[in-house]
């Protein structure tokens, strides 16, 4: 919808934005002001005003933002107007939790199919969907339209698949697989490290420390 390159610190903020938005919308809330959000989300009014500048604002001088219109307009630029179903492989303990997770489809992102190399696991359930064999895969791909594989298999594993996956219409892999993949233009991945997270986390504990014994 916008002409202009958004950067992706800004796209990183904005499902946070909505996550507000949308308490503030089950709240019955209709407005709300830049100062008001800014206090909220211990984020500047200022920083608010710059990010939502980049859509054109949003915003009315006087009245604050509209916040059903806010999170509309938010939820489009994330593409969350449209559905997206998405394929788990990898149905171990994180693949299982995320299938279990019910919040994505809230968001639009509906769960499809789970598949896992391990003939014990093939006929178990994971809410209602069944977990297949690898053999499957394809097939179910491409005749499911799916969008999304998310991977919650080991490295080794992640890297052959990736053929297979845009071969068969993939568009974007949520990889947890702890390794670069090497995809065609126009297949996204987001990569996601949970420990990276942790690793910020413990940075900022002993900055903390730090800073109180100096
Ligand atoms: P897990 O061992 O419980 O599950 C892995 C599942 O993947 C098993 O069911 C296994 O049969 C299946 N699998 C292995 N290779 C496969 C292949 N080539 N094709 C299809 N299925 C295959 O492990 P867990 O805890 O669920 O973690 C899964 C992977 O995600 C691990 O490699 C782990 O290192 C990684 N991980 C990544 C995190 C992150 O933040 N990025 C966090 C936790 C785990």
């Keep these: 919808m916008q ?12 499902p946070r934005y909505l996550r507000y938005l949308g308490d503030l919308k089950e709240r019955n809330i209709e407005r709300i002001s830049s100062q008001e959000l800014s206090s909220l989300m211990n984020v500047t009014a200022s920083q608010i005003r710059q990010d939502f500048n980049n859509f054109g604002g949003f915003g009315q001088q006087g009245y604050g933002y509209n916040v059903e219109y806010l999170y509309d307009e938010i939820s489009k630029i994330l593409g969350l107007n449209h559905s ?14 995320l299938g279990n997770y019910l919040n994505f489809e809230r968001r639009g992102f509906i769960f499809k199919g789970m598949f896992d190399k391990n003939p014990e696991l093939i006929g178990q359930k994971v809410r209602d969907v069944e977990i297949k064999p ?11 339209t799916i969008d999304i594989a998310v991977l919650t298999i080991p490295k080794t594993g992640a890297v052959g698949l990736v053929d297979t996956l845009v071969d068969n219409g993939i568009k974007a892999i949520w990889n ?29 504990i002993s900055r903390y420390n730090d800073g109180k014994e100096n």
Excluded at 3 to 14: F, H, N, P
Aim: aromatic share 6%; net charge negative.
């Design 84 to 97: 997206h179903n998405f394929v788990i492989i990898g149905a171990g303990n994180l693949g299982k939790a």
């Design 3 to 14: 002409e202009k390159e958004i950067s992706q610190a800004v796209i990183g903020r904005l």
């Design 134 to 144: 690898m053999e499957d895969l394809e097939v179910f791909l491409r005749e499911n």
């Design 176 to 204: 947890f697989a702890h390794v670069d993949l090497d995809v065609p233009e126009g297949v996204q991945v987001e990569n996601v490290h949970l420990s990276d997270s942790l690793m910020k986390l413990s940075y900022n």
